[in-house]
């Protein structure tokens, strides 16, 4: 959202209000520092332990509140979080026009990724303007009988973000050995928590020791689901470093960094390409396939076979690497920040 924010501030016909339910603190505090966002709101929502069901319900309290304090002419949110979910049901419930970013994404399972697609497809359902990513996506809200004239092609603000910042993500703050080949891994998914997880490692085990060539990164999300197995399992391997979660700057430069990304991540899927990087997705299903359609991305799911054959490929065939390196962004330009905001003025004038 960060460049819709600075694009929308810059109109001053607009008064442009950013509202933080912080359910992910620990991203979200770095990202609004890095693209200089204070939020006017603050609801500090987590709370340890949080169920889905108690997180829901605080939310739409929460956010009623807001909502009947501020009143608002638009509300706008992004993906497929709880948060968006519940911000699309408040919205409904007080009849206040909402704009979701990132719309039409779609596995057509509703338990994979779980909770999010069914958190995306509630948001779509009571959303005035579908901002969407791409064709397909467009194609998916069509066939769930969104109107056309409700739709519009935009591209993913995540690519503005990107390019916003890919120029000044030079340095980690991590100390890596250069004459290896970097890995970079990130895994935070509900659905590969306990045995898939346990298996993404092994795999990565298995890597490592039969490529003396390659060292792994590895910013380990804070869920303990995760946290707990990663450093059982990988903590005590001298070329894998798990440290706390990056910054998105530095992150980006990570991304920049590696030869190869293993991620259960969405937006790495849509980074990763346009940055020339080949991703092998630790998961069965994807809302992105455009990426894998252009042979970027490939869906390796969490089988320690797959992902130890997939990978060992790309390190030793230089030619099936290039053809996953090819730097392809199907999910932006670098306008779409500008296009939301031109819908959005024209629906004012």
């Not at 935070?188 to 060539?213: K, M, Q």
Request: proline share 7%; aromatic share 6%.
């Amino acid at each position: 959202m960060a460049p819709i924010i600075l694009a929308l501030k810059k109109q001053p016909e607009l008064r442009v209000r950013v509202l933080a339910t912080a359910q992910h603190r620990d991203l979200l505090d770095q990202v609004m520092h890095a693209f200089g966002i204070e939020p006017d709101i603050d609801l500090n929502i987590m709370r340890p332990n949080q169920g889905l069901s108690e997180l829901t319900a605080r939310l739409l309290l929460e956010l009623d509140g807001v909502l009947q304090t501020e009143q608002p002419d638009v509300v706008l949110a992004q993906g497929d979080t709880t948060t968006v979910m519940t911000v699309a049901l408040a919205c409904f419930y007080l009849r206040i026009p909402f704009g979701h970013v990132e719309a039409g994404l779609r596995t057509w399972d509703k338990n994979n990724p779980f909770p999010e697609e069914m958190n995306r497809v509630i948001a779509g359902r009571l959303a005035q303007w579908h901002f969407a990513p791409t064709e397909s996506s467009r194609q998916n809200l069509l066939r769930e009988g969104i109107p056309d004239a409700d739709i519009s092609v935009t591209g993913n603000s995540v690519i503005d973000a990107l390019l916003l910042v890919a120029d000044r993500a030079k340095t980690m703050p991590v100390q890596l050995d250069a004459s290896k080949r970097l890995i970079l891994l990130t895994a935070h998914r509900r659905e590969n928590f306990g045995a898939p997880f346990e298996r993404v490692c092994n795999a990565i085990l298995t890597l490592l020791e039969r490529n003396e060539d390659i060292q792994v990164l590895y910013p380990v999300h804070p869920n303990p689901n995760v946290r707990d197995v990663a450093y059982q399992l990988l903590g005590q391997h001298p070329r894998v470093v798990l440290c706390e979660p990056l910054d998105y700057v530095p992150f980006v430069a990570a991304m920049q960094s590696a030869y190869l990304i293993l991620s259960d991540s969405g937006g790495v899927q849509e980074e990763a390409p346009a940055l020339g990087k080949p991703v092998l997705v630790l998961r069965h299903e994807t809302e992105r396939p455009e990426a894998v359609a252009q042979g970027v991305v490939k869906l390796v799911g969490t089988d320690t076979d797959v992902i130890i054959e997939s990978a060992q490929k790309l390190l030793d065939d230089p030619a099936a690497y290039r053809a996953m390196a090819r730097g392809v962004s199907p999910y932006g330009d670098g306008h779409t920040a500008a296009r939301i905001v031109a819908i959005l003025m024209a629906y004012f004038v």
